[in-house]
């Protein structure tokens, strides 16, 4: 099965400064998602990323997916307290109909 | 614009127990599915339909059972519940097996404590 790797498991930022989330996969990805939560909350949806090197931006946060479709990156710009929470990267694999399997996350905190 | 819904969003159950989660999806989805989120761990799927036929299985033990009715919301129940079912359980929708722009739309989820 695929398994997702997430890199840092946590990071303490400060605010105004820059983060960058790592998420992997020991198999091509085909649809990666990027889910925001925050502790004993839902799922809120960031971005999807599809095509091989692929990069979306919203707001402050961009996401790419490299070439070879096996490794995405969750950049956050000037971070901000809103920030904070866990980053959940989530993929389809190859030979599922839907369902998403996730990576194990990563906590942000931002300090002041 | 209307989200998953699903209820309740917190439940507390003795050992032994049953227990049913329901989850209402976007209107116009078409397929569900039901995660399991123990504390400090990644979501795991546990089942999935499509027009109200399994479309998927994950790990879900035998003590559960879900269904998806006519109106597209979803069931989970869950019998004999064990200390170790305590978990936040999360229903997402879908059109189709996840296309489109966010693919999947989770609700809040439910918490369940088994005491």
């Known amino acids: 099965s695929q398994e997702l790797e997430q890199s840092p498991q946590s990071l303490i930022v400060q605010e105004g400064k820059n983060l960058t989330i790592n998420c992997t996969s020991s198999?091509?990805?085909?649809?990666l998602y990027w889910y925001k939560q925050k502790y004993g909350e839902g799922l809120i949806f960031l971005m999807m990323?599809?095509?091989?090197?692929e990069e979306k931006s919203h707001e402050k946060i961009t996401a790419k997916l490299d070439e070879k479709k096996q490794q995405s990156s969750l950049h956050i710009t000037a971070s901000q307290p809103s920030h904070a929470g866990i980053y959940l990267c989530?993929?389809?694999?190859?030979?599922?109909?839907?369902?998403?399997?996730f990576g194990a996350g990563t906590q942000v905190v931002v300090t002041p | 614009a209307a989200g998953v819904i699903q209820s309740p969003r917190h439940l507390i159950k003795e050992k032994r127990e049953t227990a049913t989660l329901k989850c209402y999806p976007i209107?116009?989805?078409?397929?569900v599915y039901w995660y399991q989120q123990g504390p400090g761990q990644d979501p795991q799927f546990l089942i999935s339909?499509?027009?109200?036929?399994?479309?998927d299985k994950g790990s879900i033990p035998d003590r559960f059972s879900a269904q998806q009715f006519s109106d597209y919301h979803s069931e989970l129940n869950m019998s004999s519940l064990e200390l170790g079912d305590s978990a936040l359980y999360f229903c997402?929708?879908?059109?189709?097996?996840?296309?489109?722009?966010?693919?999947?739309?989770f609700g809040s989820g439910t918490r369940l404590t088994v005491v």
């Open positions: 990323l599809q095509k091989g090197g």
């Open positions: 339909f499509y027009e109200k036929m399994q479309s």
């Open positions: 989530g993929a389809k694999p190859t030979d599922s109909w839907g369902k998403l399997q």
């Open positions: 198999k091509t990805l085909y649809g």
């Open positions: 997402a929708s879908s059109l189709g097996p996840g296309q489109g722009r966010a693919g999947y739309t």
């Open positions: 209107p116009r989805h078409d397929t």
